[in-house]
């Protein structure tokens, strides 16, 4: 960077510590050189408020362009007729939420999503959030066994009567049977909406059951496993419905686009068409389900029991040590992972019993599951052995075989 030697310096020193730690984040990723190149791109320098050949300002022909192109992209990612409208001008998922329920709900009608505690998002309508203040709030958890209970939904949903029922999660490992909430949905006069912001690579790739055969709304994130820069993108297939959320997007809820965000987003679905993502996406699920069993078979209890995607949940109740304990102990030695709240939890959101664990970014840096083998057994040890030099040097040696960036 010219001009700024102090942010040029923490720059660098950021992009030292990527390298020489294992991000385990599941809703992190390490983005290409190209996603890089358009965020940092002269694209930054343009306004332009509105949609394609519907702007408020002039000069905006390559924008529209690229615009026009990322839409097209997430079409073909997600296997896509022309029938699905795509919004790619959200500044991020959860203003890409907001925009939905803001397009379709009336203030005070009824939202229904995945609470917090049991695995949902914030945006799903949780009480600290503007969803849960904006509109009434019905929430649904899961079983005891770590699966979402569809007879329980359902129960729930009939008592309710939600206008919107949103399907989707941040802490939940198991496939979501979008088929299940859809007849839900149906039964109830709801709008069925997804949430796939943490599974989107996974669809891209095959790795997981597409929302949007059974879906009204499909939002996400376009970082987590779709490996792209932060931003969002809404997808709906009614006309009347698009129309409503591109107006709640623009003018409702922000004005003018990121270009140099929109650029990168259709960079990394470029790179999503590719026979190489299939294989990664493929290879996240199969790196997720070696960690998970790793841990258990050295005595570490995973909620549900097990993975089908690219997280899992750590209960740590039985280990003697909390979730901010462990998060700050893996740290130590050079592993990151966010301390959660597991089902039915107990203590504080802030010292939780569990830690949250993904596969993403290792995976991005091609590691597979021998090194997942080896992760499992740094994790355990430096959460029960505490032989934390010897440990950090492990994670070390590991982290030089797969560098983030060829220059590092």
Known sequence: MVGDKEITKLIKTEIVRQQWTLDLIPSENIV??????????????????????????????????????????????????????VNVQPYSGSPANFA?????????????????????????????????????????????????????????????KPKIIVCGATTYSRVIDFKKFRKIADEVGAYLMVDMAHIAGLIAAGAHPSPFPHADVVTTTTHKTLRGPRGAIIFSKDAKIAAAIDKAVFPGLQGGPHDNQTAAIAVALGEALKLSFKKYGRQIV???????????????????????????????????????????????????????????????????????????????????????????????????????????????????????????
């Not at 799903?124 to 329980?152: C, L, M, P």
């Not at 010292?351 to 590691?367: E, L």
Request: net charge positive; glycine share 12%; charged share 25%.
């Open 286 to 408: 199969k790196n997720a389900k070696v960690l998970a069993r790793e841990l258990q078979q050295i005595g570490l209890e995973i909620v549900s029991g097990g993975t089908d995607n690219h997280l899992m949940l750590v209960d740590l109740t039985n280990s003697g040590i909390s979730g901010r304990e462990a998060q700050d102990k893996l740290e130590e030695v050079g592993i990151i992972v966010n301390r959660n709240m597991i089902p039915y939890d107990t203590r504080s959101p802030f010292d939780p019993s569990g830690i949250r664990i993904g596969t993403p970014s290792v995976t991005t840096r091609g590691m597979k599951e021998k090194e997942m083998k080896k992760i499992a057994g740094l994790v355990y040890d430096a959460l029960i052995g505490g032989y934390s030099a010897d440990i950090a040097k492990r994670v070390k040696a590991l982290c030089k075989k797969f560098p983030i960036y060829a220059n590092n």
């Open 32 to 85: 290409s050189p190209a996603v890089l190149e358009a965020l940092g791109s002269s694209l930054t320098n343009k306004y332009s408020e509105g949609y394609p050949s519907r702007r408020y300002y002039g000069g905006n022909e390559i924008i529209d362009k690229i615009e026009i192109l990322a839409r097209e992209r997430a079409r073909k990612v997600f296997r896509l007729g022309k029938n699905w409208s």
């Open 100 to 160: 939905v329920y803001f397009a379709l709900l009336n203030p005070g009608e009824k939202l229904m999503g995945m609470s917090l505690p049991f695995g949902g998002h914030l945006t799903h309508g949780w009480k600290a959030s503007a969803t849960g203040k904006f509109w009434n709030s019905v929430q649904y958890g899961v079983g005891r066994d770590g699966y979402i209970d569809y007879g329980e939904v359902r129960k729930i949903a009939k008592k309710e």
